[in-house]
């Protein structure tokens, strides 16, 4: 990739990024208008088994009117676009679609998870709040990363495009050739 496609690359998905945490600011203010007591980015411990990397996930709001009830933002505007390929090291990458809250990453690389992942992980969720500022808009935090062998689900939240890019280069260190990027298909409409 040239410096030009590169930066070319890292301005369009900063769009996409900004368009969706501009709708996820604008969703939290109107569930902070709308409740006596809530919190957005809370994280959560999930019961284990599941393929949610360590059990932990960010709840993009939660509302404390009596009973805690999480309150999940869904974009009502994506930005759209043509399919690009690109390398990244000795990978071949393939960026579809992209919803910054859904992201699908296949690849054709097997590794330890907690020993390729782990450290973006403990960096992008940041399990134990140690760039947490009090009063901040927002925690520059992924809320999810779910690990299947050959596929990688992960909401970025409110998380900056670097951890996109960095994400991107650990599976490629780890050995995937291919790098597939898209978002989860949606379901057909039942009849």
């Keep these: 990739m040239t410096d030009q496609g590169r930066a070319d690359a890292k301005f369009f998905l900063s769009r996409i990024r900004d368009h969706y945490v501009d709708q996820l600011r604008a969703f939290l203010a109107m569930q902070r208008r709308n409740s006596v007591r809530g919190e957005s980015e809370v994280k959560l411990e999930l019961e284990p088994g599941s393929p949610i990397f360590?059990?932990?996930?960010?709840?993009?709001?939660?509302?404390?009117?009596?009973e805690p009830e999480i309150i999940d933002f869904t974009p009502e505007r994506v930005l759209g676009f043509e399919s690009i390929s690109t390398s990244l090291g000795n990978a071949e990458v393939t960026i579809a679609d992209l919803r910054w809250d859904d992201i699908v990453i296949r690849h054709d690389a097997s590794f330890d998870?907690?020993?390729?992942?782990?450290?973006?992980?403990?960096?992008?969720?940041?399990?134990?709040d140690s760039r947490y500022r009090p009063g901040a808009e927002l925690g520059n935090v992924i809320h999810l990363l779910a690990v299947e062998p050959g596929k990688l689900s992960i909401d970025f939240g409110s998380a900056a495009p670097d951890a996109f890019w960095e994400l991107l280069n650990v599976i490629q260190r780890a050995g995937a050739t291919q790098l597939h990027v898209s978002n989860t298909p949606a379901e057909p409409a039942a009849s």
């Design 54 to 66: 360590h059990s932990l996930s960010c709840a993009d709001f939660v509302r404390n009117d009596g």
């Design 113 to 128: 998870s907690e020993q390729v992942l782990g450290g973006w992980f403990d960096k992008w969720f940041d399990p134990a």
